[in-house]
């Protein structure tokens, strides 16, 4: 069964660079139909689809925030990667890795990013 | 404001069946794109409870329930039960805004 584990920074200033990385075990991540999604939570609110990366390597992103965002996939190390750039306090907020194709099938549990002087 | 409306909040009481809407439009539901639906224990990671309208993954009790018209969904539970108070989200595309994955703001079940 596919496991998915988020690891990063807890703390991230403002105007700078959150780097997040999914580890992916009990499946590889560069075959398959599957997308390889982040997924954010603010505080209190609802969920927020941030893009994927399918195992083509090819990616979508949420056009809100596409300007701003990067995901990258390491198959050789069986991780997935977010980059947001210029980060600010209205990007506080559980992010979470994930995969699925038209739905989410499997869920890491999220890690909280707070953006913060 | 999210492009998928639900009712922030609905209630019940243990044995009661209650349904969650999820309002799109043209773009999503309306254009024929399917809706799936989460459930989020307190403190814990959304979780699959329904996908294509009405179909459950294996392991999810048949008191959940799913049903598309239109540019509307409901998720429906009946028989509930207290460990059903959770967030429940519905999920679909939407080709107009071009989000591959868009979420309802979330219902809390009170049980």
């Known amino acids: 069964q596919v496991q998915l584990q988020e690891s990063g920074p807890g703390l991230v200033r403002p105007s700078q660079t959150l780097s997040l990385t999914c580890t992916v075990s009990?499946?590889?991540?560069?075959?398959?139909?599957?997308?390889w999604s982040w997924i954010r939570q603010p505080p209190g609110k609802g969920l927020e689809w941030i893009g994927y990366?399918?195992?083509?390597?090819?990616?979508y992103y949420n056009p809100s925030l596409k300007s701003r965002v990067t995901i990258s996939l390491d198959t050789s190390k069986v991780q997935f990667s977010l980059k947001v750039i210029s980060m600010t306090a209205a990007d506080t907020g559980v992010y979470s890795c994930?995969?699925?194709?038209?739905?989410?099938?499997?869920w890491g549990h999220g890690t909280l990013v707070t953006v913060s002087s | 404001q999210s492009v998928l409306t639900q009712p922030p909040s609905v209630s019940g009481a243990p044995g009661q069946r209650v349904t969650i809407s999820c309002t799109g439009s043209?773009?999503?539901?309306?254009?024929?794109?399917?809706v799936h639906w989460y459930q989020q224990l307190p403190g814990a990671a959304p979780k699959l409870l329904i996908y294509?309208?009405?179909y459950r993954p294996s392991g999810v009790p048949d008191r959940f329930s799913g049903s598309k018209s239109g540019t509307s969904a409901s998720l429906a539970i009946t028989g509930l039960q207290p460990e059903d108070e959770a967030d429940y989200y519905c999920?679909?595309?939407?080709?107009?805004?071009?989000?591959?994955?868009?979420f309802g703001g979330g219902t809390k079940l009170t049980v």
């Open positions: 994930a995969r699925g194709i038209k739905w989410i099938d499997t």
């Open positions: 009990g499946g590889p991540v560069g075959s398959g139909d599957y997308y």
């Open positions: 990366i399918h195992s083509s390597g090819n990616t």
């Open positions: 043209r773009s999503n539901l309306g254009a024929g794109y399917d």
């Open positions: 294509n309208n009405n």
């Open positions: 999920q679909s595309y939407d080709g107009g805004l071009s989000v591959h994955m868009v």
